[in-house]
């Protein structure tokens, strides 16, 4: 019999969502990742701190809507339940280098929503970048 | 009579005494603001993730040892709780230029302790760097 899903596995399953909603480019499914009711923030490399849902959604259209937008894939992701919400760590990598990002999550309408995002480039460029993630 | 101290208040006061060991270099008052049960990690500008409570303190006695290491005063300050857990989120004015940073505080032994840090260079230098909080 398959093992019920744990709080761990159903938020880095959403993680993943995140970074294939960023990779593929899929804004409606980046704005369902987001948290409704709770307040959120995100801080984009190199940006200042978004605040508020609308904000940081209009910067997500931004991002994916632009040809020049990185491609991005995410490895190493850790998740730490603390009480009601999710801490999730990782590494993007980007065509241009390596990030370190943190993404908060908490539950809404029983699924775990990001209610923040923040990425910091790591100084240290991997070479050569990691192959993508199910190749030999 | 005096308001009570809110949760709000609470943390964003242990955010400050973290920018207080910060800039001291007050390593055992960085000591104790950091969670000794829950599971902490760190992210700094250009390092990748740290994991777990000695590796994180680790870092920041290196830190706060270097003659080199930046100045650093905290503005704009905001914090929201999520059920037991509260975010801030802030900009530090470092000599070398501003970062955008998160941290996440959890209840333990009745205070707010740090279990994540997070801080993210933004490219866009203030100029001139802000004075410093309580001068005219």
Not at 34 to 46: D, E, L
Not at 57 to 75: E, F, G, K, Q, T
Not at 98 to 120: D, I, K, M, P
Request: charged share 20%; glycine share 6%.
């Amino acid at each position: 019999m398959a093992q019920p899903m744990t709080d761990i596995d159903a938020v880095l399953s959403q993680n993943l969502e995140f970074y294939r909603a960023f990779s593929t480019r899929d804004f409606g499914l980046m704005d369902r990742l987001w948290a409704r009711h709770a307040p959120v923030t995100c801080i984009h490399p190199g940006w200042p701190l978004i605040s508020g849902r609308e904000e940081v959604l209009r910067s997500w259209r931004a991002i994916l809507r632009n040809p020049s937008a990185p491609s991005v894939l995410c490895y190493e992701e850790r998740a730490t339940i603390y009480g009601a919400v999710a801490h999730v760590t990782c590494e993007e990598e980007l065509d241009s280098g390596t990030l370190a990002a943190g993404n908060l999550f908490v539950q809404e309408g029983g699924l775990w929503r990001l209610v923040h995002h923040q990425a910091t480039p790591i100084q240290e460029r991997r070479e050569p970048p990691r192959p993508p993630r199910g190749t030999a």
